[in-house]
């Protein structure tokens, strides 16, 4: 359905043929005690590592138990649909234990920068330690809807970053 007001600048423009798999799987649900999971990535050993969007990040266990909040992820302004966004573990995580996240830094009362931040995993896990921003945007957008963001590590482990257009309407 296209948004209102706007129209395909041609025939079957937004129309996109789908896409069958042959590949099984199974979905299960391992947990109920997060809050508005957002992000997850999955760690060496297959356990998980995921944000909240209330602006958290938590380790969980293949089994589904949920570990402590994890401490040194900056301040995230979280407003709506608006909050730490997706996670993801360095490719070459184990010899840095770095792990990224993007997220909305707060600016004044209202207002917010989409970052891109990335911190070690401490050795027992209970924190993300030497944290660095490593992108900010330039400027500040009002509070409100479409903040989302997704990353991906190319072959290369090139970190490559999306964020939404922070439409609020």
Not at 125 to 133: G, Y
Not at 155 to 165: C, H, P, R, S
Request: proline share 7%; aromatic share 10%.
């Amino acid at each position: 359905k296209a948004a209102r007001d706007q129209m395909p600048a041609f025939t079957g423009q937004t129309r996109v043929p789908a896409v069958k798999t042959k590949s099984n799987f199974k979905a299960s649900i391992i947990t109920t005690s997060l809050t508005r999971p957002w992000g997850l990535d999955f760690l060496p050993d297959g356990r998980m590592i995921v944000s909240e969007l209330r602006g958290v990040i938590r380790i969980v266990s293949k089994e589904g138990t949920v570990g402590d909040i994890l401490k040194g992820v900056p301040p995230v302004r979280v407003f709506a649909v608006s909050g730490m966004m997706d996670v993801k573990v360095s490719p070459d995580f184990e010899k840095t234990r770095y792990v990224f996240w993007t997220y909305p830094e707060p600016v004044g009362e209202n207002q917010s920068v989409n970052c891109v931040a990335r911190g070690e995993l401490s050795p027992d896990e209970t924190s993300l330690q030497n944290v660095k921003v490593i992108y900010k945007a330039s400027t500040p957008g009002q509070d409100g809807f479409h903040l989302g963001s997704r990353m991906l590590f190319d072959k290369n482990g090139l970190l490559y970053v999306t964020f939404g257009d922070r439409f609020n309407e």
